[in-house]
């Protein structure tokens, strides 16, 4: 017995031995070689830096205009939509759903949805929790659902720019009920009211 240990130790061992393999090493040529053979390296320009835009000046104002309508009864439901971003530049469309988030949660015409209830509720009617390009029907359900009386929608159609320096923002208060817009306020034109 211990004859066959030793004879299958043994082709064990001559099998390990002849698959070991070689390493060639091969010198390492230096930086400048490379540089030397490809003369022709190209700068890479930088890319243009993201430019920041403060919000605070262009939104206020548009809230502001919102909280003095006289239409809107105490202790209405409000559900603030996610703003959409509808210009060909960057926008962080976090920063400005927090600044009216927080620029609303200072007065005391509207009481804001908190965003569990509308993450709970997404998740029932198998909508993404961070799905932020929901339809207008999509979220009347979702206001539905969570009992809101109002819907405000944001869009951002112009991001200031050095050249123009104008900001086309739309703010849009949709009655659940009726499923139409009653207020609509934007940078670029007077206030428009449509009458339920």
């Known amino acids: 017995m211990s004859y066959f240990r030793n004879a299958l130790f043994l082709m064990v061992m001559l099998a390990l031995v002849s698959c070991q393999h070689r390493v060639v090493e091969q010198p390492i040529s230096p930086v400048t070689d490379y540089i030397a053979q490809n003369e022709e390296l190209k700068i890479v320009e930088q890319p243009p830096q993201l430019t920041t835009t403060n919000w ?3 939104i206020k104002p548009l809230i502001d205009k919102l909280l003095k ?3 809107i009864q105490d202790n209405n439901l409000l559900l603030i939509s996610d703003v959409k971003n509808n210009s060909n530049h960057y926008v962080s469309t976090t920063e ?3 600044l009216i988030l927080n620029l609303l949660s200072e007065q005391n015409i509207f009481n804001i949805i908190d965003k569990a209830t509308i993450n709970q509720s997404k ?3 198998g909508i993404p929790y961070d799905d932020a390009s929901i339809s207008r029907n999509k979220m009347i359900t979702l206001a539905n659902d969570v009992k809101a009386n109002y819907i405000l929608f944001t869009s951002i159609n112009q991001v200031p720019d050095l050249q123009s320096e104008s900001a086309d923002v739309r703010l849009e208060l ?3 009920e009726s499923g139409k817009v009653i ?4 940078t670029e034109q007077p206030e428009k009211i449509n009458q339920p």
């Open 56 to 58: 605070q000046p262009i």
């Open 96 to 98: 400005v759903n927090k």
């Open 123 to 125: 998740l029932i009617l």
């Open 69 to 71: 309508i006289k239409d």
């Open 174 to 176: 949709l009655s659940v």
């Open 183 to 186: 207020k609509q306020f934007t």
